[in-house]
T-cell receptor, first 110, second 115 residues
Framework: GQQVMQIPQYQHVQEGEDFTTYCNSS?????IQWYKQRPGGHPVFLIQ?????EVKKQKRLTFQFGEAKKNSSLHITATQTTDVGTYFC??????????FGQGTRLTINP | DSGVTQTPKHLITATGQRVTLRCSPR?????VYWYQQSLDQGLQFLIQ???????AKGNILERFSAQQFPDLHSELNLSSLELGDSALYFC??????????????FGSGTQLSVL
């Protein structure tokens, strides 16, 4: 079945450093979504990308959807301690299925 | 606050027992999804209901069952519990039935501990 692979599994950075997590699918996706789960919390929707090559920004967060609609990335510039958490991508296979990646846990040294 | 309500927040029980987890979706949402998250693991999809009917099924054990009621709230029943069933169980909701295209709103979860 469709799989969505996310790397790295863990990332530890110094506050102020940049952070990137990558998501790759074995099949073409209808859309890619990103969620953030704070420690002890629940996943919260961040953004949805639908178009090939789409780039969206939310303050220090930049989201990209690949040209082939099989990969995506989330880049955080100048991390802050509030960015701590696990970031999940989720790939849509048409309207039928949403497959979550395994997540990237981000920890930050202040 | 996502608008999705899950009860109870914590549940401690013994092996072999049966428990029921409850979820009320956001107002207006017709789909409910159940996910399992074990320690340091990702989100494992269990099952989706749309307007009272089962729409999609994931890796849900036969010991587990779910339903969605006419008022759209959903219950997840876990029976013959094993130690390995200890996990955080999330309910999520979305407005329609297009699971792959819709953003999900997650509840705060039920932490199940099987001793």
């Amino acid at each position: 079945g469709q799989q969505v692979m996310q790397i790295p599994q863990y990332q530890h950075v110094q506050e102020g450093e940049d952070f990137t997590t990558y998501c790759n699918s074995s099949t073409t996706l209808s859309n890619i979504q990103w969620y953030k789960q704070r420690p002890g919390g629940h996943p919260v929707f961040l953004i949805q990308l639908v178009k090939s090559g789409e780039v969206k920004k939310q303050k220090r967060l930049t989201f990209q959807f690949g040209e082939a609609k099989k990969n995506s990335s989330l880049h955080i510039t100048a991390t802050q301690t509030t960015d701590v958490g696990t970031y999940f991508c989720a790939g849509g296979q048409g309207a039928q299925k949403l497959v979550f990646g395994q997540g990237t846990r981000l920890t930050i040294n202040p | 606050d996502s608008g999705v309500t899950q009860t109870p927040k914590h549940l401690i029980t013994a092996t072999g027992q049966r428990v029921t987890l409850r979820c009320s979706p956001r107002s207006g949402d017709l789909s409910v999804y159940w996910y399992q998250q074990s320690l340091d693991q990702g989100l494992q999809f269990l099952i989706q209901y749309y307007n009272g009917e089962e729409r999609a099924k994931g890796n849900i054990l036969e010991r587990f069952s779910a339903q969605q009621f006419p008022d759209l709230h959903s219950e997840l029943n876990l029976s013959s519990l094993e130690l390995g069933d200890s996990a955080l169980y999330f309910c999520a909701s979305s407005i329609g039935q297009g699971w792959g295209n819709e953003k999900l709103f997650f509840g705060s979860g039920t932490q199940l501990s099987v001793l």
